[in-house]
């Protein structure tokens, strides 16, 4: 696997994080799932609103092929070798201080991408790989993780322990390497946008 390559000094769990499809079918104890929940607890959102909501299984337990079961075709080939699916969701409403009545949350998404973002960081840690996922059906999401009116579903991610790549199928093989980055000087400007 190609080593990444950080042109400024960053710490090794940030560099090395990347998202595999290939899993051994370790278990994951509900225990060290709820340390990654709780990584996820403490990220900033607006207000301190804390919109991330979590629903979640455990490979062959309670709700795994109800919930995998919602991923697109391509995703399902692979993701149902991890250990957990996690759905990420959102509250789309917060309270604040000015008013006695919820408001729309502008950043809801954003937040929840925060605590996703420490989850994700906190399993690269602690020896367990995340992979994010939008291929699924969000509407029969809605349904099937009974989400309530106010909330958005983000997107979904499993957690497993990273497999040997020859146990993918070949064409996933050339792809299962840590991607690189665009470099920083095309994504941060100082004082203007540059396109
Ligand atoms: C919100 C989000 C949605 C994604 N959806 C999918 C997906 O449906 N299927 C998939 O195979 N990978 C998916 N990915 C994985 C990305 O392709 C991957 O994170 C990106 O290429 C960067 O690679 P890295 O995570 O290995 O560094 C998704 C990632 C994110 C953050």
Redesign the pocket.
């Known amino acids: 696997m190609t080593a990444r390559k950080a042109d400024h000094p960053v710490a090794d769990f940030i560099l090395n ?5 290939s899993f051994t079918e370790a278990t994951i104890s509900k225990s060290d799932l709820e340390t990654l929940f709780e990584a996820a607890r403490w990220a900033p959102s607006s207000y301190n609103s804390q919109p991330w909501r979590f629903v979640y299984a455990l490979r062959g337990g309670k709700g795994w092929d109800a919930l995998t079961g919602l991923l ?1 075709p ?2 399902q080939s ?1 993701a149902t070798h991890a250990s957990a699916i996690v759905f990420l969701l959102s509250k789309k409403t917060m309270m604040v201080p000015t008013s006695p009545d919820p408001i729309p949350s502008r950043s809801h998404s954003l937040d929840a991408g925060a605590a996703w973002a420490m989850l994700a960081l906190q399993a690269q840690i602690n020896g367990w790989a995340t ?6 059906d969000f509407d029969k999401a809605v349904e099937v993780l009974h989400v309530p009116e106010g909330y958005a579903v983000e ?1 979904a991610f499993v957690v497993g322990k990273t497999g040997p790549k020859e146990q993918l199928p070949e064409a996933l093989q050339a792809r299962e390497m ?2 690189p980055r665009m470099p920083v000087s095309e994504f941060a400007f100082e004082a203007q946008f540059k396109a």
Do not use: E
Request: hydrophobic content about 45%.
């Open positions: 994080r990347w998202s595999p499809r697109n391509f995703n692979w992979h994010a996922m939008v291929g699924l997107m840590q991607s």
